[in-house]
């Protein structure tokens, strides 16, 4: 439980501290280029959903933040869907999902301000909580299928996946004395 408290408080912290310098020390739509044109800074006020998408829906997006909150708080507090890295990712989520709502419910929008693309070619501007929300939920997909695809169970103990019972690991086979040989051996030999 501590790693998901630690990385929600992370991201949360660092999201909101970020807005803070953000809101107190640019113009609104002002532009700082950190890596030339390529990764910049650009201050704005977005009333959509992540990356400025469904504008205008403040009342949608509370609820939908505050259904997310309970649906990780759900999920860790049941003790499903506990695999490695489960909690900090589900962390990050929750981090990032607290970080935005506290921006619609306190200033009506949230505040976005990384700008990354080439040209005219840009990735819609984001933040911190943006990024926490985005790996978490990447990480928690990426290692469901993953260990679907092992044959494990996600909500398993990690220290269980990959562990086989009594019953699956008995041979089948029966066991070959040392001078026996089987079938396909003494074609080999035959040759």
């Known amino acids: 439980m501590r790693g998901f ?4 408080a992370l991201v949360l912290i660092l999201d909101q501290a970020t807005k803070i310098v953000v809101h107190s020390q640019m113009e609104l739509d002002k532009i700082v280029p950190l890596l030339g044109e390529i990764i910049r800074f650009r201050y704005i006020h977005n009333a959509g959903a992540a ?12 609820a939908i933040s505050l259904a997310s909150v309970a649906a990780v708080l759900f999920l860790i507090l049941s003790g499903r869907y506990v695999f490695r890295g489960s909690r ?3 962390g990050f989520v929750l981090g ?7 921006d ?4 009506r929008e ?14 819609p501007t984001f933040n911190v909580a943006d990024i926490g929300v985005t790996v978490g939920v990447l ?3 990426a290692s469901y299928l993953t260990v679907e695809r092992d044959g494990g169970h996600p909500s398993a103990p990690a220290s269980a996946v990959g562990k086989t019972s009594g019953a699956e690991r008995t041979n089948t086979r ?3 004395s040392a001078g026996e040989k089987s079938g396909s051996d003494q074609e080999s030999d035959a040759e």
């Open 110 to 123: 949230v505040i976005d301000f990384i700008d990354i693309g080439v040209g005219m070619h840009r990735w």
């Open 174 to 176: 029966p066991q070959q």
């Open 88 to 90: 900090i990712a589900f």
């Open 139 to 141: 990480y928690l997909a």
């Open 96 to 102: 990032g999902a607290l970080g935005n709502l506290i």
């Open 5 to 8: 408290l630690a990385s929600a």
């Open 51 to 62: 990356f400025g998408i469904f504008q205008g829906n403040r009342l949608l997006f509370i």
């Open 104 to 107: 619609r419910l306190f200033l």
